[in-house]
């Protein structure tokens, strides 16, 4: 068994979460040494006070789970974590821009990753595979990569599938060694988490990661 807790945001992005799911959250991560967790931007504020002096990165996302509000909503939002105590921001991508042949995803890209960079925070740009062809995960891919994006993530978790094997295997060949991958998405066992590392995949987003340690 490999350890791959290096690998792992623990995530809960649900409608219901509660102050209590948020402890939990961060209770499962510190016990396990999990790399971080990620919660709604209306957690972050809880969850970095309740991470103390803990190394457990503190994650939360920009512009979900559609992607399609104006930029300077997410750049907003953006602001908003980062003075909340926020390490890492996944932002999702305009897939409406984007299925339009517009420059706007690489703009709105390069302002948020401009923004996070100012402020030595990691920006992850989801490109939600599920409503993409292969063609256009190979552009969106690049254009990430371009705008400045430090990882290029696969999933909300809120289409119809998730982190595949065989996307992993394509962004990993579309994007240059310095961008790092997030495979998220339907990630319940040990094995999945496995595949998709060997694919290519450098951060695991996952609502079990105990489970998958254990």
């Known amino acids: 068994m490999r350890n791959i807790q290096k690998f792992i945001e623990h995530t809960n992005l649900k409608p219901t979460i509660t ?25 972050v504020k809880k969850a970095k006070r309740d991470i103390g002096k803990s190394e457990v990165k503190l994650i939360t996302v920009i512009g ?9 909503t997410k750049e907003a939002e953006t602001h908003q974590a980062i003075k909340d105590g926020v ?37 992850k740009v989801i490109i939600e595979t599920a409503y993409l062809t292969e ?6 891919c690049k254009i990430a990569a371009d705008a400045g994006a430090d990882y290029v ?3 909300t978790g809120f289409a119809s599938e998730g982190a595949k ?26 094995h999945e988490a496995i595949s998709l590392i060997d694919a290519g995949a450098d951060r695991i987003g996952t609502s079990n990661g105990p489970g998958i340690i254990r």
């Open 153 to 155: 993530k696969t999933s």
């Open 165 to 190: 094997v065989e996307n992993i295997a394509l962004m990993r060949k579309s994007l240059p060694d310095h961008v790092g991958i997030k495979a998220s998405g339907g990630i319940k066992t040990y």
């Open 135 to 140: 063609k256009e995960i190979v552009s969106l």
């Open 19 to 43: 102050s209590d799911d948020v402890e939990k959250l961060l209770r499962e991560a510190q016990q396990n040494h999990l790399f971080g967790i990620c919660v709604p931007p209306f957690w």
């Open 64 to 72: 979900f789970p559609l992607g399609y509000q104006m930029s300077q």
């Open 87 to 123: 390490d890492e921001l996944d932002m999702v991508v305009n897939i409406s821009a984007v299925k339009s042949d517009m420059m706007w995803p690489k703009i709105e890209i390069a302002k948020l990753g401009k923004i996070a960079h100012e402020n030595n925070k990691i920006l």
